[in-house]
T-cell receptor, first 115, second 112 residues
């Protein structure tokens, strides 16, 4: 089946630093990717919709200057958490929409811990 | 309008039992209703999905029942096994590839 790869799977950083998380569709093209955040024992909350070649659309309450999203190619979207703080520690999950079929595929998630 | 409400929050059944998880939505524009299974530390995996033009869909041991007039849908897991122990999420979207709105999740434990 279609695979969506996230990297890194785990990252620990110091408060104030920036962290970049990659989401790649390995065997299909994805014009749209979605970024979710999941806190422990909670649901997935949509952060933003990323469209290839255009600016991301952020959900209400998500700071676009803090969570920078870039979707520069049909197979790669990146989420950069800028000036990370401990409250940004979470599980970040992406999903990619296959261009040809419209199916959605989820990545395995990236665990961010900010010390 | 955008919420999807899921219950129960947690569920414990014996092996072979039939856990039932319920979801309700408000936005009548939603027309795609998937269920996802998530193990700790992993991304969600699609189990089964339904569209509002059918009232029931079955895939293996998983069945979705859909009540369009009540704006409710549920997941039944037949002959549940300990390996089914996971967190289950319902979701809704406009179209199959639209942005998904997730329910709150149900932590299922199947006892041997």
């Amino acid at each position: 089946g279609a695979v969506v790869s996230q990297h890194p799977s785990r990252v620990i950083c110091k408060s104030g630093t920036s962290v970049k998380i990659e989401c790649r569709s390995l065997d299909f093209q994805a014009t749209t990717m979605f970024w979710y955040r999941q806190f422990p024992k909670q649901s997935l909350m949509l952060m933003a919709t990323s469209n290839e070649g255009s600016k991301a659309t952020y959900e209400q309450g998500v700071e676009k200057d803090k969570f920078l999203i870039n979707h520069a190619s049909l197979t790669l979207s990146t989420l950069t958490v800028t000036s990370a703080h401990p409250e940004d520690s979470s599980f970040y999950i992406c999903s990619a929409k296959a261009h040809l079929t419209g199916e959605l595929f989820f990545g395995e998630g990236s665990r961010l811990t900010v010390l | 309008q955008q919420q999807v409400k899921q219950s129960p929050q947690s569920l414990i059944v014996q092996k072979g039992g039939i856990p039932i998880i319920n979801c309700a939505y408000e936005n009548t524009a939603f027309d795609y209703f998937p269920w996802y299974q998530q193990f700790p530390g992993k991304g969600p995996a699609l189990l089964i999905a339904i569209r509002p033009d059918v009232s029931e869909k079955k895939e293996g041991r998983f069945t979705i029942s859909f009540n369009k007039s009540a704006k409710q849908f549920s997941l039944h897991i037949m002959d549940s096994q300990p390996g089914d122990s996971a967190t289950y999420f319902c979701a809704a979207s406009r179209g199959q590839g639209g942005k998904l709105i997730f329910g709150q999740g149900t932590e299922l434990s199947v006892k041997p």
